[in-house]
């Protein structure tokens, strides 16, 4: 990859700041903050300047949105409707727990006890008594969620926390709004970032739906003296969905820009990063009964980094990332899911080949 080093201040970040504060302040959440306030590096990093990098790298790949959107573009609840019998979501993975929750989802809990309260006086009323039917809301255009992740339940020092709390307003149908605040607390690098994130999306019509996200967020930790990094980052993003005799094809394209700066008492440097990524995928869902489904996958990515870097951007030079992966999932929505993936890397300059494989099995707790 390639990056752009260059040195300077940059100034008009104090609301920013007073915002990213308050969220950290935020009662009742214990995030060890007291414990994390560095430059970012880590035992396992070159550099600094290389921790930053893969921080940044990071930013540029983040979802602030949790996955919400498609299923809010398309009217369908964040969280299933098996989940309607509890108030929140708790679905542990092989080393990972996610609780989530959202004011639809609460309203839907809610709905589901008047339902059953109203079941149980139909066995105690009269024969013949009218008893009414619960009220359907419509889903409403504004709601609010939250979704809190942990990684790395052994309790040792690679235990990642992450809390995000957000809302999003839905201006009609296929187009909605929102905002994010997040903290992520790592532990294996002692460090703990603060994020702030504003995202929008349409659809202009049913297969295609067009996205963007601006971030903004600091990095605190323990070593290099108290160095405080800022990020920034903006993403435009446009992704298609079609199917054709049972395969569902998946296009997607986005570029994608990224600053990680660093005070003046740090050295002032700041490090951007500019990305043009063209990611295609093709799957075949099965269903094999019982509300079961088989998907088999293949994905392909091509990441080009666009970003200048001193005398490589006067020749031109540019910097690929090629992956390819595959895997298959075994699922039954809102019930377990089992998926195995295998992924193949490659850059452009370099004769390493990284492989990446995963096994993981999702069973919610009831």
């Given at each position: ?9 940059r100034l008009g970040r104090l609301g920013i700041r007073v915002a ?169 690098v002692l460090q703990q970032d603060t994020r702030l994130a504003a ?168």
């Amino acid at each position: 990859m390639m990056y752009r080093v260059k040195t300077g201040r940059r100034l008009g970040r104090l609301g920013i700041r007073v915002a990213l504060a308050a969220l950290a302040a935020l009662p009742g959440i214990d995030w060890n903050a007291q414990a994390h306030a560095t430059d970012g590096s880590c035992p396992d990093c070159a550099s600094a300047d290389e921790a930053r990098r893969t921080r940044l790298d990071a930013l540029l790949e983040d979802d602030p949105t949790r996955g919400r959107l498609d299923g809010r573009l398309g009217d369908k609840p964040w969280i299933g409707q098996d989940w309607a019998t509890l108030p929140v979501a708790v679905k542990p993975a092989e080393e990972s727990l996610d609780l989530t929750t959202s004011l639809q989802h609460l309203g839907s809990y809610q709905s589901r006890r008047t339902s059953q309260k109203i079941e149980d006086a139909k066995a105690l009323a009269p024969k013949g008594l009218a008893i009414p039917k619960p009220i359907q809301s419509p889903p409403a255009a504004l709601d609010v969620w939250s979704r809190v992740h942990v990684k790395g339940l052994e309790g040792d020092t690679t235990e990642t926390k992450r809390g995000t709390i957000g809302a999003d307003y839905k201006l009609a149908r296929g187009a909605l709004v929102g905002m994010s605040a997040e903290i992520v607390d790592e532990g294996r690098v002692l460090q703990q970032d603060t994020r702030l994130a504003a995202y929008f999306a349409i659809k202009p019509w049913s297969p295609v739906t067009l996205d963007g996200k601006a971030q903004w967020g600091e990095s605190h930790g323990l070593q290099g003296g108290g160095l405080v990094t800022t990020q920034s980052a903006v993403t435009a993003r446009v992704k298609g969905s079609f199917s054709y005799e049972g395969l569902v094809l998946t296009p997607m394209a986005s570029v994608a820009h990224g600053v990680d700066e660093a005070p003046a008492t740090g050295g002032g440097r700041a490090i951007e990063k500019s990305t043009l990524a063209l990611t295609p995928k093709v799957s075949r869902p099965v269903e094999i009964g019982g509300g079961v489904k088989v998907e088999p996958f293949l994905s392909l990515k091509s990441a080009l980094d666009i970003s200048p870097a001193s005398e490589a951007a006067a020749h031109g030079s540019t910097d690929t990332t090629r992956s390819v992966g595959g895997g298959v999932t075994l699922a039954r929505p809102d019930a377990y899911s089992l998926s195995v993936t295998t992924d193949l890397e490659q850059s452009t300059g370099s004769d390493h080949t990284n492989v990446k494989g995963r096994f993981e099995l999702k069973l919610p707790l009831r």
